[in-house]
């Protein structure tokens, strides 16, 4: 056993229709004017309305700010915060994917923080608390809403900045389910297994911990039941509800243990190929748990049996091996293309791949793989997925 800590938002609202709950956590909070962030195509979808109605039935007037197109960048916090200040706002509302809620974390880290964001890649730069920040996910997938953990491109550097600190982990969380029946298959297959990304990878990662654990192959068992049910028929509210909860789960996990290999290596192909973060992770799964499953065989035969593989009578490894499999057939089922279907220049993707084993290295997340990893054995990976 080992000292561990776990970080979780304040309040956390969960379950269809949950979403009418946040005007009692707005009166808790004593504020008077949110900046709502959110992005383009959740402002068309009628759910900017629905949310403001609520603000103003609690009291509170709101600016939007929905400038964010495709994932975040330095750019775009930093015009984020000058609306902030802008709109006399005391309070942060995030709508959206990740995109939206990572952006407004750090808008709230450069409002009170000071500076421009990219002072503050990495572990711990963030001094001051944020504002308060009710964070309201649209997507079943990134976690976002629950973690300690924003990204960030560094325009200039071409670059996914991590950056990591308690003090930006948002105050009410809301994630219901109802807000996702509009994705189509193919963000549902994305967000889906980046959920899958932060349960499994939490639940090896050299920085695991009980409480996480437990968590993690709960969210696992989820993904593994309701994600093929979720991509089908995306009216299906159970399948809905029960991949918001994986999500959460996943989240919390992936927030007090780490992501690993993975994540390292699909934040250089979001910066430097503008790949969406959910596909660039589910593209690598399959090659990660390939290389990954001989170090840690004890815990991949857990992950083999709660995604519904038999491995009555088998050895240890052999049932390891059993979870490997599974989880290329998952990401098969949902369709998941290898990444030159992505980055059909082979010559283009190659010539960034020293870049993005630097990249990946640097940012930490490979160092809590189980089983080590050098940048040459990256680009080895690499290669291997495309």
């Known amino acids: 056993m080992k000292a561990t800590e776990l970080r979780i938002p304040q309040v956390l609202l969960q379950g269809p229709g949950c979403l009418s709950l946040i005007g009692k956590e707005i009166g ?24 403001g109605k609520i603000l103003e039935a609690a009291g509170c007037s ?47 880290i450069v409002e009170t923080n000071g500076g421009k964001i990219t002072d503050y890649m990495g572990v711990d730069k963030v001094r001051k608390p944020t504002p308060p920040l009710i964070a ?55 967000t889906g297994l980046d959920a899958f990304c932060h349960a499994v990878e939490a639940f090896v990662s050299k920085r695991e911990q009980p409480i996480t654990d437990a968590l993690a192959l709960r969210a696992i068992r989820l993904i593994s039941q309701n994600l093929r049910r979720a991509w089908c028929n995306g009216e ?32 250089p192909i979001g910066a430097l190929f ?9 593209v690598l799964l399959p090659v990660w748990a390939e290389y990954t499953y001989i170090a840690k065989p004890e815990k991949f035969a857990e992950v083999a049996e709660v995604m519904g593989e038999n491995v009555a009578g088998l050895s240890t490894l052999e049932a390891a091996r059993k979870a490997v499999d599974a989880i290329a057939a998952l990401c098969r089922d949902v369709e998941i ?12 993707f190659e ?4 870049k993005m ?26 290669k291997k997925a495309y």
């Open 28 to 51: 808790r909070l004593g504020t008077k004017k949110a900046l709502l962030v959110t992005g383009k195509v959740i402002e068309k979808s009628g759910y900017v309305e629905r949310v």
């Open 62 to 108: 709101f600016g939007v700010f929905s400038d964010i197109v495709g994932e975040p960048g330095d750019k775009d916090v930093m015009a984020g915060a000058d609306a902030y200040r802008k709109n006399g706002c005391d309070f942060l509302v995030a709508l959206g994917g990740g995109s939206p809620i990572d952006t407004a974390k750090a808008i709230g």
């Open 136 to 190: 309201i996910a649209t997507t079943a997938g990134t976690g976002s809403e629950i973690t300690k953990v924003t990204i960030i491109n560094d325009t200039a550097n071409d670059v996914k900045m991590l950056i990591s600190s308690p003090l930006i982990v948002p105050t009410v969380a809301v994630a219901d389910p109802e807000l996702t029946l509009t994705m189509p298959p193919s963000v549902t297959a994305a």
């Open 236 to 267: 299906d509210l159970e399948a809905r509800a029960n991949m918001m909860l994986a999500s959460t789960l996943g989240g919390i996990s992936f927030s007090n243990s780490s992501v690993t290999l993975i994540h390292g290596m699909s934040r």
């Open 274 to 282: 503008h790949i969406a973060h959910g596909i660039s992770n589910a």
């Open 337 to 348: 293309p290898p990444i030159r279907k992505l980055i059909p220049d082979q010559a283009e």
């Open 351 to 354: 010539k960034h791949l020293e």
């Open 357 to 382: 084993a630097r990249d990946a290295v640097a940012s930490g997340s490979p160092g809590n793989n189980p089983r080590f990893v050098t940048e040459e054995k990256i680009i080895e990976l690499y």
